[in-house]
């Protein structure tokens, strides 16, 4: 059978061109890292790789919500530590005060450092973190937590001697202006955030269980209400007390406030260890967080390895395919020489 020049000479073409697409595939494949650029190019490992991103999206959002849980677990938890150090020192310096030998200005003195950091302690309630109170509930609006006339803490506008707890946990007070009806405290309501736990609801509640609170109430923080014999059950509202025996105390009355201080110190001492129980549950959430967010970072890297199994480049296949294909188009050119003109072959080269 007779080969025509123009017959010969567009077959050598066509392979010449298969070589040359191939040979820059294969360069494509080495510079970006990717076996292929559409998935109708392997169509099965495109829509599983659409699937890995997807999940990979996901938990990237979930850590970055773990992490962001975690730095303001970590503020909330040197602000903590920082009030009970407070505490602690407010108890040793009343330990001094509560004396017998102490005379009335002594203890007046101890009353302006009290009232110092009574001040101190309202400034660490209201301590904010990329733009929200740590300590106000759902409140990120204006600061949780101030004082009344008689210095007494406020927590969302409400008396915290007045606020109540039901027994699903939820706080309110009863309300003198709406016949005392039962109001639940403002701006008090849990935020749950999902870090990968998968949210459910019950109704209209998010089921704590899937979700993770990130709210912290003042009320949960530092007591609320009163005790059944009438005493103040918040903390800051007892130092509020001593307060006012040290500033208020006179020789006449030395013995009689001696007592009360006394009294009193006892319930700071009480409540000083309850709040360090309170740092301790903020770590444990910090620690817990911590394992998941390693966790979702080692599902990450899972992800990405499945990603770069499914479209990624064999760099030590694609070095050898890119050799056999450049050793391949060279042949094709040292050919075309006896295929094709040689005018037309060097303008090929």
Do not use: C, W
Request: net charge negative.
């Amino acid at each position: 059978m007779r080969v025509t020049n123009r017959s010969a000479t567009r077959n050598y073409l066509r392979y010449l061109n298969n070589g040359l697409n191939k040979q820059q595939k294969t360069m494509e494949q080495i510079d970006s890292g990717y076996r292929f650029k559409k998935i109708s190019d392997d169509v099965a490992s495109g829509v599983k790789n659409m699937s890995t991103k997807a999940s990979l999206y996901k938990t990237n959002v979930y850590k970055s919500n773990v992490d962001d849980i975690k730095d303001t677990l970590s503020t909330a938890e040197s602000t903590m530590t920082e009030m009970h150090d407070l505490f602690t020192e407010l108890d040793s310096k009343l330990t001094k005060a509560a004396t017998d030998s102490t005379s009335a200005s002594s203890r007046k003195i101890y009353g302006q450092q009290f009232e110092s950091t009574k001040t101190e302690i309202l400034q660490l309630l209201n301590t904010q973190y990329e733009g929200k109170y740590l300590y106000g509930g759902s409140n990120n609006y204006s600061a949780p937590f101030t004082t009344d006339s008689t210095g007494n803490l406020m927590y969302n506008g409400i008396a915290v001697d007045q606020i109540k707890q039901r027994d699903d946990g939820s706080y309110y007070y009863l309300d003198a202006n709406n016949g005392n009806q039962p109001t639940d405290i403002p701006m008090n309501d849990k935020v749950y955030m999902d870090i990968g736990l998968g949210i459910r609801m019950t109704g209209a509640n998010v089921d704590p269980q899937t979700g993770f609170d990130v709210t912290y109430s003042g009320p949960d923080m530092l007591g609320f209400g009163t005790t059944s014999d009438g005493k103040q059950n918040n903390i800051f509202n007892v130092i509020n007390q001593i307060t006012k025996v040290l500033n208020n105390t006179t020789d006449a009355t030395a013995t009689a406030d001696t007592n009360t201080l006394s009294e009193l110190g006892k319930q700071l001492k009480s409540m000083s260890s309850n709040f360090l129980t309170q740092i301790t549950d903020v770590g444990s959430k910090e620690s817990f967080l911590t394992t998941i967010s390693n966790r979702l970072e080692d599902t990450a890297d899972t992800l990405d390895q499945k990603m770069s199994s499914l479209v990624g480049t064999d760099s030590s296949q694609a070095a050898i395919d890119q050799a056999s294909n450049t050793a391949v188009v060279n042949a094709l050119y040292r050919m075309g020489s006896s295929v094709i003109p040689t005018s037309l072959m060097d303008f090929i080269k």
